[in-house]
């Protein structure tokens, strides 16, 4: 419960103090959008750093010798909870924005946050927004923005099988396919142990990401590019049965 607290008011004095970091970004966009983006986005991958300690989490992270310095990549995820982006966003590099649920759009100062780190909105239930939505992603890689992809669609909420995934949509791949960008599947593990499984309540527990090598789509078999969600699917499949693998050696009780 001290955790939940901390985090509280951790909450608190970030949203009290936001329209002062927001100003400053406004200001540096006459020097430059791509300024102004790369301050907004090392604000948040510092919050998330102090999120992490808050929560106390203890993180195994492998492979982010996998993500390169000066490239635009998508990075294909499984998705378990809000601390996967808490989490991993601070390992990536460059510019990085991700693709979030519509609904999330409606949070006050929270949105406005996403927007500033190159955030796009996406409505699963209008298919002609998201397919504008996808657009919009697309000209982001191209122009150098790293972009964060839920294939799934929607959270996992299998609480007792870790290693489970939903089917990953084809779809979701498009930002690598028509910007030829590379995909670096990510994989987590126990992520949900740290809020979802137990709101309103934050947990301290083990944790593990890893970042596989990139893959350019184009550079596939075509059976695998014709099938691409199935193919990266089976990718952080193996991924995640191999952290499962070094929990249980390293002693872990899940």
């Not at 294909?76 to 649920?101: C, E, Q, W």
């Not at 209008?126 to 959270?155: A, D, W």
Request: charge should be positive.
């Amino acid at each position: 419960m001290p955790r939940t607290i901390v985090a509280i008011l951790f909450l608190i004095l970030l949203f009290v103090t936001s329209p002062v970091f927001w100003l400053v970004f406004l200001i540096l966009r006459i020097f430059g959008k791509p300024v102004s983006d790369r301050a907004a986005v090392a604000c948040v991958r510092f919050f998330c750093r102090i999120m992490k300690v808050i929560c106390g989490t203890k993180l195994t992270v492998k492979g982010t010798e996998n993500i390169p310095k000066n490239e635009a990549v998508v990075f294909a995820m499984n998705h378990r909870g809000i601390f996967d982006i808490v989490l991993s966003y601070p390992y990536t590099k460059g510019r990085t924005g991700f693709i979030a649920k519509q609904e999330l759009k409606k949070v006050p100062i929270f949105s406005t946050w996403l927007w500033f780190a190159n955030c796009l909105f996406l409505n699963r239930k209008n298919i002609r927004e998201g397919y504008q939505t996808i657009l919009k992603g697309i000209e982001k890689v191209k122009s150098g923005i790293s972009m964060c992809i839920f294939p799934e669609g929607t959270r996992n909420r299998d609480k007792e099988h870790l290693t489970t995934l939903l089917p990953f949509h084809d779809a979701s791949f498009k930002l690598a396919t028509r910007s030829d960008a590379r995909v670096i599947p990510v994989a987590f593990y126990n992520t949900s142990e740290c809020f979802e499984n137990h709101k309103p309540v934050l947990k301290s527990c083990p944790v593990y990401i890893t970042f596989g090598e990139p893959v350019r789509i184009s550079d596939l078999p075509e059976e695998n590019q014709k099938f691409i969600g199935k193919y990266m699917q089976g990718v952080i499949q193996k991924m995640l049965d191999e952290q499962a693998e070094a929990a249980a050696a390293d002693g872990v009780k899940l």
